[in-house]
């Protein structure tokens, strides 16, 4: 199971530094996958559910908006607001 960095960052600090499996985040133009070595990517986010898969299993975030990069295996999320919250309820 190939795993790449991912931080996610807030203005009060670093909520998420750590390797994971793939991240599921809300993209303007609708949700999109993350895999290690996927190319190079720059994205705004809406508000949303963010899902970060780890060899452990899935933890869930409430994202309000924000910017997310990746280059060079691995990823980082920028956001005024990030908040660690339930799997949404399908």
Known sequence: MS????????????LVDE??????????AGYFGVLANHAPLIAT????????TT???????KVEGGIFRVAKNSAV???ESIEESAAPSE
């Open 3 to 14: 795993q790449y960095r991912f931080k996610m960052l807030t203005p009060k600090g670093t």
């Open 19 to 28: 390797e994971v499996v793939s991240i599921v985040a809300p993209g303007e």
């Open 45 to 52: 986010l809406t508000s949303g559910d963010l899902r970060v």
């Open 55 to 61: 060899a452990s299993g899935d933890r869930w975030y």
């Open 77 to 79: 999320l920028l956001s």
